[in-house]
């Protein structure tokens, strides 16, 4: 105890504690914090008004010493830096599409990736042709309502499921509990599907299991810039049903006042549409080819060639950097002794 008093009683170095070294330490302390203040406010002065906007068109939060790269949610956590997405040849694994950007959302960057991949074919064949006989598998970052548009609008067939197809899949019912949910994301123990809901074209409703109809309230705005309708019960309605337990979580089963069921689909969005050809066996079976042609690119490039950060700021200095590894994975693709040296 005595040791200890002697060290809290001293300034790290032996030294007895004193007004004056106090006042350097707070004065040291001040001209850090100021030395960071002007640095800021250089930062914002050399950006002006050049605001740095996300996904959602809303202004993002900017870094100070990369404004161009932006927050990365990976394996490990959240890092800051940029994402390096790729298109790959099915046949050949070669990469013919590639960009490194700085956003975190990584499907609003599938436009520009369609741009570069016409580009670059365009470069390659000397024609103005576009890959319209291809098929595009895109992971369910990419599931959107914009993104198969703007595949549709360049004439190109996409397949790009939501995160939650495998939860509709009948062959993964061995993993999990109760049913497979339904096509809104929503997956429980026993409940009802969508499908389970019977259309009524006639007068644009539902009709649930036990018979009730759902009719429809109107629109409303889903993730990924989708409007999809809005179809519940009259209220009560549902009090008293013997299946709704498997129809709605219910906080007080004792009580059941007030409760409905409500859904929320769009059958005539690309989204939806996109969803049924995932569910059906032909999707499926094309879907399962993605990770074979892209995932071997990825773990070459990361594993292989030791590529698995960036070590550059910047994206033009980044973009350059994440472009010359994709490079020497194609070379070691086309050329047969280089790529037994890179195995």
Same mark, same amino acid.
């Given at each position: 105890?005595?040791?200890?008093?002697?060290?809290?009683?001293?300034?790290?170095?032996?030294?007895?504690?004193?007004?004056?070294?106090?006042?350097?330490?707070?004065?040291?302390?001040?001209?850090?914090?100021?030395?960071?203040?002007?640095?800021?406010?250089?930062?914002?002065?050399?950006?002006? =008004?050049?605001?740095? +906007? #996300?996904?959602? @068109?809303? *202004?993002?939060?900017?870094?100070? /010493?990369?404004? &161009?790269?932006?927050?990365?949610?990976?394996?490990?956590?959240?890092?800051?830096?940029?994402?390096?997405?790729?298109?790959?040849?099915?046949?050949?694994?070669?990469?013919?599409?590639? =960009?490194?950007?700085? +956003? #975190?959302?990584? @499907?609003? *960057?599938?436009?520009?990736?369609? /741009?570069?991949? &016409?580009?670059?074919?365009?470069?390659?064949?000397?024609?103005?042709?576009?890959?319209?006989?291809?098929?595009?598998?895109?992971?369910?970052?990419?599931?959107?309502?914009?993104?198969?548009?703007?595949?549709?609008?360049?004439?190109?067939?996409?397949?790009?499921?939501d995160s939650n197809f495998r939860r509709r899949d009948e062959r993964f019912n061995s993993r999990k509990e109760g049913g497979a949910g339904n096509e809104t994301g929503e997956a429980a123990k026993g409940k009802f599907a969508v499908g389970d809901f019977k259309y009524n074209d006639g007068d644009n409703s539902y009709t649930c299991p036990n018979g009730k109809k759902l009719l429809y309230r109107g629109k409303s705005k889903l993730r990924h810039g989708r409007k999809a309708g809005r179809y519940s019960v009259k209220e009560g309605e549902c009090r008293g049903c013997p299946g709704i337990e498997r129809c709605i979580k219910l906080k007080d089963k004792s009580k059941q006042e007030g409760v409905r069921k409500t859904i929320i689909y769009d059958r005539d969005s690309l989204s939806a549409k996109m969803r049924e050809r995932i569910d059906g066996k032909e999707g499926r079976s094309l879907y399962s080819h993605r990770a074979r042609i892209i995932e071997p690119c990825f773990a070459d490039i990361e594993y292989c060639k030791g590529m698995n950060r960036f070590t550059l700021r910047g994206k033009l200095k980044v973009n350059g950097q994440w472009l010359l590894y994709c490079m020497v994975h194609n070379i070691g693709k086309r050329v047969p002794k280089m790529a037994a040296l890179s195995a």
């Open positions: 105890m005595s040791r200890h008093n002697r060290n809290d009683a001293s300034d790290g170095g032996g030294k007895t504690k004193t007004a004056e070294t106090e006042r350097e330490r707070e004065k040291k302390a001040a001209g850090k914090l100021t030395e960071k203040a002007g640095y800021i406010k250089n930062f914002l002065k050399e950006t002006g =008004e050049k605001k740095k +906007t #996300g996904a959602s @068109g809303k *202004e993002a939060q900017s870094n100070v /010493t990369d404004r &161009e790269s932006a927050k990365i949610k990976g394996p490990h956590g959240v890092i800051q830096g940029y994402n390096g997405i790729a298109i790959a040849d099915g046949k050949a694994r070669v990469i013919v599409a590639t =960009e490194a950007f700085g +956003t #975190g959302y990584e @499907g609003g *960057e599938f436009e520009n990736m369609l /741009t570069n991949l &016409e580009n670059n074919m365009k470069a390659v064949s000397g024609k103005e042709d576009t890959p319209e006989e291809s098929l595009l598998l895109g992971d369910t970052n990419y599931f959107s309502e914009s993104n198969p548009q703007a595949a549709k609008d360049k004439n190109i067939d996409v397949i790009i499921p």
